[in-house]
T-cell receptor, first 116, second 112 residues
Framework: GAVVSQHPSRVICKSGTSVKIECRSL??????MFWYRQFPKQSLMLMAT?????????EQGVEKDKFLINHASLTLSTLTVTSAHPEDSSFYIC????????????FGQGTRLTVV | KNEVEQSPQNLTAQEGEFITINCSYS?????LHWLQQHPGGGIVSLFM???GKKKHGRLIATINIQEKHSSLHITASHPRDSAVYIC??????????????FGKGTHLIIQP
């Protein structure tokens, strides 16, 4: 099946620094990618929809200036957590849909972010 | 009330048992996904359904659109099936972009 690669899988950073997470579709083109956040024992929550070549659409309550999303190509979307705080510590995961829109969602491996 | 409700939240069973995980949703959907999340966090898509039934190996997924209900069945369960199983519905959001709304997951443990 289709593969979505997410990197890094784990990152520990200091408060106030920025962290970039990459999400790549390896064998298909993705006009749309989604970024989710999952806190312990909670369900995944959609943060934003990343659209190739245009601005991301953020869900209510998600600060667009804090969580910068760039979808510069049909195979790459990045999420940058700026000025990270300990409360940003979470599991971040992306998914991508094939541009041919089969509807199938393919997920990255996720990134465990710990802000100390 | 969550838009997607799963039951049970936790399930421990013996190897070989038939497993059923249920998912009910309250919104209009275009598709329903069953996902498997292993302890490391990575997610694998098991099924995408919009009607009827699908089977893959020992896994069977069914959906009843009228009743807004889906079930995931595992036959001849094995310890390697231990994982969190997540039901997610695909809803239509503003601007034409849509994402998934997730249930909280069912934590399944299969004991040898």
């Amino acid at each position: 099946g289709a593969v979505v690669s997410q990197h890094p899988s784990r990152v520990i950073c200091k408060s106030g620094t920025s962290v970039k997470i990459e999400c790549r579709s390896l064998d298909f083109q993705a006009t749309t990618m989604f970024w989710y956040r999952q806190f312990p024992k909670q369900s995944l929550m959609l943060m934003a929809t990343s659209n190739e070549g245009s601005k991301a659409t953020y869900e209510q309550g998600v600060e667009k200036d804090k969580f910068l999303i760039n979808h510069a190509s049909l195979t790459l979307s990045t999420l940058t957590v700026t000025s990270a705080h300990p409360e940003d510590s979470s599991f971040y995961i992306c998914s991508a849909r094939d541009a041919r829109d089969s509807g199938e969602a393919f997920f990255g491996q996720g990134t465990r972010l710990t802000v100390v | 009330k969550n838009e997607v409700e799963q039951s049970p939240q936790n399930l421990t069973a013996q190897e070989g048992e038939f497993i059923t995980i249920n998912c009910s949703y309250s919104v209009g959907i275009s598709a329903l996904h069953w996902l498997q999340q292993h302890p490391g966090g990575g997610i694998v898509s098991l099924f995408m359904l919009s009607s009827g039934k699908k089977k893959h190996g020992r896994l069977i997924a069914t959906i009843n659109i009228q009743e807004k209900h889906s079930s995931l069945h595992i036959t001849a369960s094995h310890p390697r099936d231990s994982a969190v199983y997540i039901c997610a519905v695909r809803t239509r959001r503003g601007g034409g972009a849509d994402g998934l709304t997730f249930g909280k997951g069912t934590h399944l443990i299969i004991q040898p």
